[in-house]
């Protein structure tokens, strides 16, 4: 009898043991390749720190369009041609077609020797061991203390971003015709006031290259070619529901 119900006892004990095994396999690691742009690697643990992002936006989506709450099985495909885990895959992979595009086009002008994960994984712990050194010597040092990695990923990009925007802005092919200027400022000359063109050239100018500018990355990211392993992008989510 007591040898039966050991045995009894052991099974509920294999079966946990036997799924987490299960999930442990099939979790693919941090460094493995989850989607390329135009050849340019993005790891699971990349998608993660952008996924993770994310979810709140389209959580808010289905809440305001249906109601839907959270619930077991959430982030799980049902099987219906939109649910919160295909929308969260497609946000993903819009706003990594635009980081890649900024982060390639960044290596091209010289602006970013290293555009990995690995690399950025390095920099953040420099960093962050510069601004504890700088707290711990009583210095001045402007923002946080310390940084968090979605928040220092994204504040680097901007960077690149505002770079990349200074160099277009200086490339004479980019250059604004004197026409639209003109234009530009007879058509809001009411809302201007009496400031005269010669004082809002540049203003006017720098105010239609962003807008190319941002126009080029938004077609540049939109062009870019992205190969999926779906093995891989199917094993990921915000939350692992049984």
Known sequence: ???????????PCLAVVV???SFLSAAPSDDATV???????????????????RTAEVFNYFHGKSGLEDHMGYWKD???PENPIL?????VTVEFRRIKTIQGLAEKKGLLKDASFAAFREGLMAENARRQKAVDNKEVIYG????????YYYFQLKDLEQALLEIFQKEPANAIPEPDIAAFYTTHKESIGDKPLSDLREQIARMFQKKNFEKWIE???AQARVEVDDAVLTALAPRQDP
Request: no cysteine; aromatic share 8%.
């Open 19 to 21: 799924f987490l095994a």
């Open 35 to 53: 989607l390329t742009v135009d050849g340019a690697p993005v790891s699971v643990a990349e998608y993660r720190l952008v996924m993770e992002g």
């Open 144 to 151: 946080p203390r310390h940084y968090q990695p979605y928040r």
């Open 1 to 11: 009898m007591k040898a039966r119900l050991s045995s009894l006892l052991r099974i």
């Open 87 to 91: 929308r969260l895959r497609s946000v």
């Open 78 to 80: 049902d099987g219906k």
């Open 219 to 221: 077609t540049t990211a």
